[in-house]
């Protein structure tokens, strides 16, 4: 099984509904990361939690709301999605100094 | 957040050397050198990550500068699959501070290689 596992894969919405990206990780550690990466760029920060009571909100947050339901899970929710919401979403986890560990992705499309 | 600057692109023949640069002259003290490479619809790969001394591990190695405001990613022998977006980050403590450790992705260098 990957370290990080993201759901769904491949997700087709339409504009204003609500849909929610899940990501789970093994690796045992506190730190949990949702970014954005749209074609031909680097990555964007969405939200970042360092526990599951501490949750914080990265370089491009409106929009988008998150929920640390557990160490090893963290769910990320459009509320209400438009097309340039339209990206793909990584998950990632990390101890305090060492590398990441990223998720797959989800490629996202609104319609 | 300290930033660094890499070239767009590099090209490389297979089975040669490879050695991606990284200027990063603002890097505080105790900023850490981060590297990774995402090949096109994956997620980013950690490479390898360094404080002040060199480091190796079985995928690249890291020379860090003595003044720590450059360094430099080694591929030993470049095979095909290394071709993807390699990314520099400097990745301050996580241990206190206002910037927790996080990471901020530049664009980076996308490599080629030939066969």
């Known amino acids: 099984d990957a370290d990080v596992t993201q759901t769904p894969r491949n997700r087709i919405t339409k504009t204003g509904k609500r849909i929610m990206l899940e990501c789970s990780q093994t690796k045992g550690h506190d730190r949990m990361y949702w970014y954005r990466q749209d074609p031909g760029l680097g990555l964007q920060l969405i939200y970042y939690?360092?526990?599951?009571?501490?949750?914080n909100k990265g370089e491009i947050s409106d929009g988008y709301s998150v929920s640390r339901q557990a160490q090893a899970k963290f769910s990320l929710s459009l509320e209400s999605a438009i097309p340039n919401q339209t990206a793909l979403y990584f998950c990632a986890t990390s101890d305090s100094v060492g590398g990441y560990t990223f998720g797959s992705g989800t490629r996202l499309t609104v319609v | 957040d300290a930033k660094t600057t890499q070239p767009n692109s590099m090209e490389s023949n297979e089975e040669e050397p490879v050695h991606l640069p990284c200027n990063h002259s603002?890097?505080?003290?105790?900023?850490?050198i981060h590297w990774y490479r995402q090949l096109p619809s994956q997620g980013p790969e950690y490479v390898i990550h360094g404080l002040t001394s060199n480091v190796n591990n079985r995928m690249a190695s890291l020379a860090i500068a003595e003044d720590r405001k450059s360094s430099t990613l080694i591929l030993h022998r470049a095979t095909l699959r290394d071709a993807a977006v390699y990314y520099c980050?400097?990745?301050?403590?996580?241990?206190?501070?206002?910037?927790?450790?996080?990471?901020?992705f530049g664009q980076g260098t996308i490599l080629t290689v030939h066969p």
């Open positions: 980050i400097l990745r301050p403590p996580g241990t206190g501070g206002t910037s927790y450790g996080k990471l901020t």
């Open positions: 939690s360092f526990d599951v009571k501490d949750i």
């Open positions: 603002t890097i505080s003290g105790t900023d850490y």
